[in-house]
C-alpha cells in the first residue's frame, strides 16, 4: 500500500499547520521530567527532560546503548526511572503498573502469541478488557482491514512473512486505542525495499488514527521520513531535539551533525568576527571559510565547520574568487551511485572531502576520474559552524 | 590421483570414501537401531514369550512356548497368565495403586519443579549455571543411599521427630515412615530434576517480550502467566510429567524401602512374583500389562509433540 501524494501533502500539511512545539501555550501530551534511569552504576538514561505533543510521530534517535530504548520502556511501564517523573496527559506514571498506562507498544521482535491466531493475537487486548464477543468482532476486522490483513485472519503468526508479522503487532497495539503508541524499531527486522515502503503506510495510518505515535529507531532515514520530530540521543542523554528539517540544517554539535546524513567536519579558529560576518581559518584544510552570519564566540575560539557533500560544487577550473570558501585537492575515490556520484577529493593538506554532485544530466563518460586535480568551492551561506 | 581415474583404478582410501558417502548414513542410523534391538526388543520377545508360557518346578521354570513334536513345531499359546490377572483383585488393585500414586506424584513434581524451574530460567547467567548444577548436584550420588538417608530422616527416631520432640511441639513421635506419605517424599524428591529440567528448557527458550507483551495490553502478571506463560511451556509439563510418571508407575525401590507393607504397587508385585513366587509366566505377564499400559500414554506424548514440532517450524 503506497500512499497517494495527497495523503502525504495532508500529512506535512498538518504537522506544519500545527506546531505545538512552537506554540509556549501547548500542553505537552507526554513530560520527562529530569528522568535518570541507572542500572548498577551505568546511567542508561541521565537526567532526560523531554516534552512530546498531541499527535506527534516522535522519534528517539541513537546507536545502540544510547538509552533510546529505556526511555521507550520506562514510558510503557516495564521500567521505573530511578529519578524524575513522566506524566502522560498530565498523569504521573510513577507506580502505575504497565497494565494500567494508556500506552500500548509495538515490540522489536513483534512478540506475537505463537500459539494464538492472527485474530486472536489482534483481540487479544479487547478481550483482556471484557468487551463484548460481537464488538470484538467487529472491531478486530476493522483494525485488519487498516493493516491489510484481513485474509490472513485464521492463520497462526508461524505462517506469515515478517512484513505480515509486523502489521498483526501494529493492529494488536493499535486495537485498545491507546493515548501512545510506542514503537520499538518497528521496521528493524524488514528489508529495505519494504521497509521504506511501509515508512509511508505508518504515517499513513498514523494519521488515520490520529494517535501519539513515540518510536524508537537507530535508522537516520527512517527517522526522518516519518517523524514530525526526532530525538537524537547519545550516552543516555539528549544532543539535541527538532523537526527532521532543523535537525539537519541547523545541528547544535558534531555528534547530530555527522548522525544525520554526511557531513565534511573542518576544524578551525575564528578570525574575523563581525556582526554581519565572520571568518574561521583552517589549517586543517588550508584555507579560510566566510560565514554569512555572526558566530557566538571571540576571537581565536576553535570552531567546527560542517559542510554537507551536495552544498559543494566541484570543477575543474579554479572558481573566481579563491580567497575564502575554496580549497582544491586530488580525485582519490569515486563512487557512481547512477543519480548521484560521490567523489573523495584529497586536499593539499591531507583532509579528505566528500562531494556528491546530481548526474542531472546523461554523460558520454565520467566527468572527473582519478587523480584529477579539482577545486571544491561553496557559498557562504552553506557551511553551519558549530562548537562542540 | 587423476591418472588412477582414467584407468578406473581407486586407491583404498577413495573407495572407503566412496562407500561411506553411500552406506555411511546407514551405519550411522544402523549402530543405535542394532543397540536397540539386542538390549530392548530381544530381551522384550523373551519375557513376551515366557508370559505365555506355564510355570514349572524346572530350569528354567516355565514350559517351553515352541516343542518340536512329531517332525513338527507346535507352539502352545496360554493366555491364562493374563486372565488371572483380571480374576485376581491384588493385580488390578496394585496397577490401580500404582497409578494413583504416580498422577499424584507427578502433579506434586509438577507444582514444586514450575516455580523453580522458572526461577531458574529468569535468573542471572552465572547465577542461572550454579542453580543448575544444584538441581542435577545429587545424581552424583547413588539413588538408593539418597532413599536410604529418607529413612534417617523420616524414621521413628529420625531427625524430624528428633527434632520436633526436641522443641516440643510433639509429645510422640509422628510415623511417617512406612506409610504412603513416605512413598510420595520418596518419589517427589527423587524425579524433580526430570521435572524441572525439561520445564526449564522450554521456560528459558520463551521470549520474555510476549509476557510484557501481554502485560502491556492489559493483564495482570497472573493473567499473562495463565495465558501466556503456561500454555507456550506445555510441551516441557508434558515432557517432565511423563518423565516423572512412567518411572514412577513401576517404581520398586520406593515403595519397598519407604513404603509401608500396605502401599501396594505393581513394582512390588513384579518383584514378589519373580524372586518370591518363582512365578516368571506370571510376572512376565505383569511386566507385559504395564507396558501396555505406558505405551500409551507415550505414544499420546509423542503425537501431541510431533503436533508442536510442525506448529513452530
Not at chain 1, 505533543?53 to 511501564?77: N, P, Q, V
Not at chain 1, 494464538?116 to 464488538?135: H, I, K, P, T, Y
Request: aromatic share 12%.
Amino acid at each position: 500500500m503506497l500512499v497517494s501524494e495527497a495523503v502525504l501533502e495532508r500529512v506535512h500539511e498538518d504537522v506544519h499547520k500545527t506546531q505545538p512545539w512552537n506554540n509556549p501555550d501547548a500542553v505537552p501530551y507526554i513530560r520527562f521530567e529530569n528522568v535518570t534511569k541507572k542500572f548498577g552504576d551505568f546511567y542508561a538514561v541521565d537526567d532526560v527532560s523531554l516534552d512530546i505533543y498531541r499527535h506527534e510521530l516522535f522519534a528517539l534517535l541513537g546507536g545502540s546503548g544510547c538509552g533510546k530504548t529505556t526511555l521507550l520502556r520506562m514510558l510503557a511501564g516495564f521500567e521505573e526511572p530511578t529519578s524524575g517523573k513522566i506524566y502522560i496527559d498530565g498523569v504521573d506514571m510513577a507506580g502505575v503498573p504497565a497494565y494500567e498506562r494508556p500506552t500500548n507498544m509495538m515490540f522489536q521482535s513483534y512478540a506475537l502469541f505463537p500459539h494464538m491466531s492472527v485474530e486472536q493475537n489482534v483481540a487479544f487486548g479487547l478481550v483482556q478488557d471484557g468487551v463484548s464477543r460481537s464488538e470484538i468482532k467487529e472491531l478486530v476486522a476493522e483494525m485488519l482491514g487498516l493493516v491489510q490483513m484481513s485474509k490472513f485472519a485464521k492463520r497462526k503468526p508461524h505462517q506469515l512473512s515478517g512484513g505480515q508479522r509486523q502489521r498483526v503487532a501494529l493492529a494488536r497495539s493499535l486495537i485498545k486505542r491507546p493515548k501512545v503508541l510506542l514503537l520499538d524499531e518497528p521496521l528493524g527486522a524488514l528489508d529495505k525495499k519494504l521497509r521504506e515502503q511501509t515508512q509511508f503506510e505508518l504515517v499513513n495510518i498514523q494519521e488515520k488514527v490520529g494517535t501519539t505515535f513515540v518510536m524508537v529507531t537507530h535508522d537516520q532515514e527512517e527517522a526522518m521520513t516519518m517523524a514530525s520530530r526526532i530525538a537524537v540521543m547519545n550516552e543516555g542523554v539528549i544532543n539535541q531535539t527538532g523537526t527532521p528539517f532543523e535537525l539537519y540544517e541547523y545541528p547544535n554539535s558534531r555528534y547530530t551533525a555527522n548522525f544525520l546524513g554526511q557531513v565534511n567536519l573542518i576544524e578551525g579558529v575564528l578570525v574575523d568576527d563581525d556582526e554581519k560576518y565572520a571568518v574561521i581559518k583552517s589549517d586543517e584544510a588550508g584555507c579560510e571559510i566566510y560565514i554569512d552570519h555572526a558566530v557566538q564566540g571571540h576571537e581565536g575560539m576553535t570552531f567546527w565547520v560542517a559542510l554537507r557533500p551536495e552544498r559543494l560544487r566541484i570543477t575543474k577550473e579554479a572558481p573566481k574568487e579563491t580567497k575564502y570558501n575554496c580549497v582544491s585537492g586530488k580525485v582519490e575515490e569515486i563512487g557512481y551511485l547512477g543519480g548521484i556520484s560521490t567523489y573523495h577529493v584529497r586536499l593539499e593538506s591531507g583532509k579528505r572531502i566528500k562531494v556528491t554532485e546530481p548526474n542531472s544530466t546523461r554523460q558520454i563518460e565520467p566527468r572527473y576520474t582519478w587523480e584529477d586535480t579539482v577545486w571544491v568551492s561553496w557559498e557562504a551561506g552553506a557551511a553551519s559552524v558549530l562548537n562542540k | 590421483m587423476s591418472s588412477d581415474k582414467q584407468e578406473g583404478r581407486l586407491t583404498l582410501k577413495q573407495r572407503f570414501d566412496r562407500w561411506m558417502i553411500k552406506h555411511g548414513r546407514v551405519l550411522v542410523v544402523g549402530i543405535p537401531y542394532f543397540w536397540l534391538f539386542l538390549f530392548f526388543l530381544v530381551p522384550f520377545l523373551i519375557v513376551l514369550k515366557i508370559s505365555f508360557s506355564v510355570a514349572e518346578y524346572a530350569q528354567p521354570p516355565y514350559t517351553p512356548l515352541f516343542e518340536w513334536i512329531d517332525e513338527g513345531i507346535t507352539v502352545t499359546l496360554n493366555f491364562g497368565n493374563y486372565l488371572f490377572l483380571l480374576s485376581d483383585s491384588l493385580y488390578v488393585t496394585a496397577y490401580l495403586n500404582s497409578i494413583r500414586i504416580a498422577a499424584i506424584s507427578t502433579v506434586i513434581t509438577l507444582l514444586i519443579g514450575y516455580p523453580m524451574a522458572y526461577g531458574i530460567a529468569r535468573a542471572q547467567g552465572s547465577m542461572r549455571s550454579v542453580l543448575l548444577m544444584l538441581v542435577i548436584l545429587p545424581f552424583w550420588t547413588s539413588f538408593l543411599i539418597r532413599v536410604y538417608a529418607w529413612i534417617g530422616i523420616l524414621d521413628r527416631e529420625g531427625l524430624i521427630n528428633a527434632f520436633l520432640m526436641w522443641t516440643g511441639i510433639i509429645s510422640e513421635p509422628l510415623i511417617m515412615r512406612q506409610t504412603e506419605f513416605a512413598v510420595y517424599v520418596g518419589i517427589v524428591y527423587t524425579y524433580l530434576p526430570f521435572m524441572i529440567l525439561p520445564l526449564y528448557s522450554t521456560l528459558e527458550k520463551m521470549d520474555v517480550s510476549l509476557v510484557e507483551a501481554a502485560l502491556d495490553l492489559g493483564c495482570k502478571p497472573w493473567q499473562a502467566f495463565a495465558k501466556i506463560t503456561l500454555p507456550l511451556s506445555m510441551p516441557g509439563i508434558l515432557a517432565g510429567s511423563l518423565l516423572v510418571f512412567i518411572p514412577a508407575v513401576g517404581e520398586f525401590v520406593i515403595p519397598e524401602l519407604l513404603g509401608g507393607p500396605n502401599t501396594l504397587m505393581i513394582g512390588r508385585t513384579l518383584w514378589n512374583e519373580f524372586f518370591a513366587n518363582r512365578d516368571w509366566p506370571i510376572a512376565s505377564s505383569v511386566a507385559i500389562a504395564m507396558l501396555l499400559f505406558l505405551v500409551v500414554p507415550i505414544m499420546w506424548f509423542q503425537h501431541i509433540q510431533t503436533k508442536q514440532e510442525e506448529g513452530q517450524q
